[in-house]
T-cell receptor, first 118, second 111 residues
Framework: DAGVTQSPTHLIKTRGQQVTLRCSPK?????VSWYQQALGQEPQFIFQ???????QRGNFPDRFSGHQFPNYSSELNVNALLLGDSALYLC?????????????????FGDGTRLSIL | RKEVEQDPGPFNVPEGATVAFNCTYS??????FFWYRQDCRKEPKLLMS???SGNEDGRFTAQLNRASQYISLLIRDSKLSDSATYLC????????????FGTGTRLTVIP
């Protein structure tokens, strides 16, 4: 049973370039969330995808966009890269069990993609 | 104000010691609570969910006090392998499922 997988593991880009990161959720999971973790900081929520739509978004600019495919995998795209975008990008998956009490479904993280901007 | 506040530490304890971490959350509508551990330059890994009645998993015990908006983690008989950063994580009672992380508490267990 494969866990959350992300690719690539490492990536080096220059300012102004565009990047696409990929994530395959854990088997049985239908929800994918993306987080940015700068060095020495805690993860910050970027956005979440469910049923191929962006369900919620954190405080990130429009340069950050995403997509979810019918097989639940997801992509994170970042345009016009800045030096401050250098971080570990984490994908987390979970299973949506609907509204109401008992929605204590934890998220499981992939190994992350370490993005360096030169 | 941050959604989740933690003492960053570091906590340096000898093997076999008992250590406790605390965190507070600001939103009373928070619904779900977790402790994750993160090793250096690795992804966060779920340690345990935290339930209102308190819960235990081996040497680890988690407690939740909703009235005080306070979460704790107790580690008994510390092992060298427990050295990591422990992240207090909260999910708000919204339509989505995004997590808010504390800054983490760094633990080093010393031989």
């Amino acid at each position: 049973d494969a866990g959350v997988t992300q690719s690539p593991t490492h990536l080096i880009k220059t300012r102004g370039q565009q990047v696409t990161l990929r994530c395959s959720p854990k088997s049985g999971h239908d929800t994918v969330s993306w987080y940015q973790q700068a060095l020495g900081q805690e993860p910050q929520f970027i956005f979440q995808y469910y049923e191929e739509e962006e369900r919620q978004r954190g405080n990130f600019p429009d340069r950050f966009s995403g997509h979810q495919f019918p097989n639940y995998s997801s992509e994170l795209n970042v345009n016009a890269l800045l030096l401050g975008d250098s971080a570990l990008y984490l994908c987390a998956s979970s299973r949506d069990i609907g509204q109401g009490a008992g929605r204590n479904q934890p998220q499981h993280f992939g190994d992350g993609t370490r993005l360096s901007i030169l | 104000r941050k959604e989740v506040e933690q003492d960053p530490g570091p906590f340096n304890v000898p093997e076999g010691a008992t250590v406790a971490f605390n965190c507070t959350y600001s939103n009373s509508a928070s619904q779900s609570f977790f402790w994750y551990r993160q090793d250096c330059r690795k992804e966060p890994k779920l340690l345990m969910s935290v339930y209102s009645s308190g819960n235990e998993d081996g040497r680890f015990t988690a407690q939740l006090n909703r009235a005080s908006q306070y979460i704790s983690l107790l580690i008994r008989d510390s092992k060298l392998s427990d050295s990591a950063t422990y992240l207090c994580v909260v999910r708000l009672q919204t339509g989505a499922n995004n997590l808010f992380f504390g800054t983490g508490t760094r633990l080093t267990v010393i031989p």
